[in-house]
Structures are given as structure tokens and as C-alpha cells.
């Protein structure tokens, strides 16, 4: 995927318990640890309809 600096958002949908490494994947990938180079935060989500589980 390519994220244009200051032009994209990405929302992810992602189970609990592979989100930790999605998040430190994409801090590494991205150079996140360097000032203004963009942000990761998460949500908990408490409820999803419409969604098909893609494996």
C-alpha cells in the first residue's frame, strides 16, 4: 500500500489479537519513531455488522 505523506488516512479493521503486531509493523515500516511522521492509535470496537471474516 502507499500512504502519501499528509494526504492518507488508514482505518484497519483488525482482530485483537494480531493488532499489536499490525501496529508495530506499520510504526517500523513507516519511520513513525521520527517527529511528524504520522500517528497509530487504536479503538476497541464493540460491535460490527455487515462485515464477511476474510481469513
Known amino acids: 500500500m502507499n500512504v502519501e505523506p499528509e494526504k492518507d488516512i488508514v482505518i ?6 494480531i493488532a499489536e503486531n499490525i501496529k ?5 515500516k513507516m ?4 517527529e511528524n511522521k504520522g500517528i497509530i492509535y ?3 470496537v464493540m460491535e460490527v455488522r455487515g462485515l464477511v471474516e476474510q481469513s
Open 24 to 28: 508495530d509493523a506499520i510504526y517500523d
Open 42 to 44: 487504536s479503538l476497541p
Open 12 to 17: 484497519m479493521l483488525v482482530k485483537n489479537d
Open 31 to 34: 519511520n513513525l519513531y521520527k
